[in-house]
């Protein structure tokens, strides 16, 4: 259930409050994070939202996210859009609420599909996958970075984790399950935010929508786990779903919320990655140019390079690991007091009460992170690492609850990043400006690259 947040009387707020409607001047349902990020950059480290009768406070300073890491204090809290997101995916690892018992059996029990083991049992699956996006990039010409990187990334993780191909390179347009995903993800991010009265007076078609783009994403897992329980277990896999099935331990409803989660957070947060990774990189050529050096160095002459030389990328690692401080594409997250504490040693906590951690700010504290609009890879150079404070960089979230499939996600995105490099020149579109698609994950906008074979 949800919480109620802390008394607010003494955090800064938008100065245009509107009576009834709460702080809605120059804002937008289709821009959320973008909009609070800029009151934020004028308001502090810790600053409040109304709308109608919701205040959210926000925390886009480091110190107060570092304390928030304190796992003996604070919990993770569902907060808006993610707790819309249960009609999605019940209590799958991103949904469950803490006291689930589901999520900590599921999480025991998925652990071993991300052992160095397992992922290097993967690799083969994910280089076959990013041949296929090679072999659409082969052709040249304009490129959706956006669609082919969402293509890429929902290949890996359905053949990977579910032995389920959705054939995404041989399509003409996107699978019915992106279309879904996409228009449910979108319904979630809005419905938090709606009026009472509209919603009610035209929101009928929009939730029926919503609610046939649920069944849809219900019905192909089904599919999924039926032909897998049809095919029974092999003793040459080990993904996901084999696990979840072998282990007894989680009902079919929970092991279909686990598919689903998968499915939609392990692949639209990592195409958001190597979307904005290859934003940047089109607009820093001395960047391009170190990264194919160590590309070079470290894969030699191979054609597809093994697990181990996917590893020793440091620096192509150290390109994502920026594209993410800088639009983390999942924005945030909430924390909620186990008991009752003080925040920051000025803001009282009850027991329950929580507070929302706006990432794109977090990472941009100059306090932090100087100079933090530049894009410098370098920031993540092992003696920069050293030199500052823990918790202040949270893309994959903090804690216990922090995203399982982290060192999944890297090896696939430094493989195709690589992969990528090595093979293409990218020209941008000189006209082009960032532009950010919310929709609960961030991505770019409307960004294509012109790509020519080196």
């Known amino acids: 259930m949800a919480a109620p947040v802390m008394d607010t009387s003494a955090i800064p707020r938008p100065r245009w409050r509107v009576p009834l409607l709460g702080d809605v001047i120059g804002t937008s349902l289709r821009t959320p994070v973008q909009d609070t990020m800029r009151q934020g950059r004028d308001l502090g480290p810790i600053f409040t939202r109304r709308f109608l009768d919701r205040e959210i406070v926000f925390i886009g300073g480091a110190g107060l996210t570092a304390e928030l890491a304190d796992e003996k204090r604070f919990a993770k809290h569902l907060a808006l859009g993610v707790e819309e997101l249960r009609v999605i ?21 998925l652990m071993p599909a991300f052992t160095q083991s397992a992922m290097r049992a993967y690799h083969p699956a994910m280089v076959d996958v990013v041949q296929e996006l090679v072999g659409k990039w082969d052709r040249g010409g304009v490129v959706d970075v956006s669609a082919d990187m969402t293509n890429l990334t929902l290949e890996t993780i359905g053949r990977v984790g579910f032995g389920y191909p959705f054939d995404s390179f041989r399509r003409s347009e996107a699978h019915p399950f992106v279309r879904a995903m996409i228009g449910s993800l979108r319904h979630a991010q809005r419905k938090g935010f709606q009026f009472p009265l509209v919603a009610r007076l035209f929101g009928r078609g929009a939730e029926e929508r919503y609610r046939a783009d649920v069944a849809y994403l ?44 998968f499915l939609i957070a392990g692949h639209e947060t990592t195409s958001g990655a190597l979307s904005f990774a290859l934003y940047y990189l089109s607009r820093n050529p001395s960047v391009v140019e170190k990264a194919r050096e160590e590309i070079d160095a470290v894969w030699g002459g191979a054609e597809v390079p093994a697990f181990e030389q996917v590893t020793k990328l440091r620096y192509v690692r150290r390109i994502l690991d920026e594209a993410l401080r800088l639009w983390p594409t999942a924005p945030g997250y909430a924390r909620e007091a186990k008991a009752d504490t003080v925040l920051g040693e000025r803001y009282p906590m009850k027991a329950g009460q929580w507070a929302l951690v706006l990432l794109p700010l977090v990472h941009r504290d100059p306090s932090v992170w100087p100079d933090p609009e530049r894009f410098d890879p370098d920031r993540f150079a092992p003696d920069q690492v050293r030199a500052r404070p823990g918790h202040v960089y949270k893309p994959f979230g903090t804690g216990e609850r922090a995203c399982i499939g982290r060192q999944f996600a890297l090896h696939e995105a430094t493989l195709a990043l690589a992969t990528v490099l090595r093979r293409y020149n990218l020209t941008p579109d000189p006209g082009y400006r960032l532009q950010i698609t919310e929709m609960l994950t961030l991505k770019p906008a409307g960004f294509t690259l012109t790509i020519h074979r080196r």
């Open 89 to 109: 995916g019940g209590d799958g690892l991103f949904t469950a609420y803490n006291e689930e018992p589901n999520w900590k059996t599921a999480h025991d029990v």
């Open 218 to 261: 219900a019905e192909v897992v089904d599919e999924v786990i039926r032909a897998r329980v049809a095919s029974g277990p092999s003793a040459d896999r080990i993904d996901l779903l084999d696990l979840m099935l072998a282990s007894g331990a989680l009902d079919e409803v929970n092991v279909r919320n686990q598919v689903i989660t």
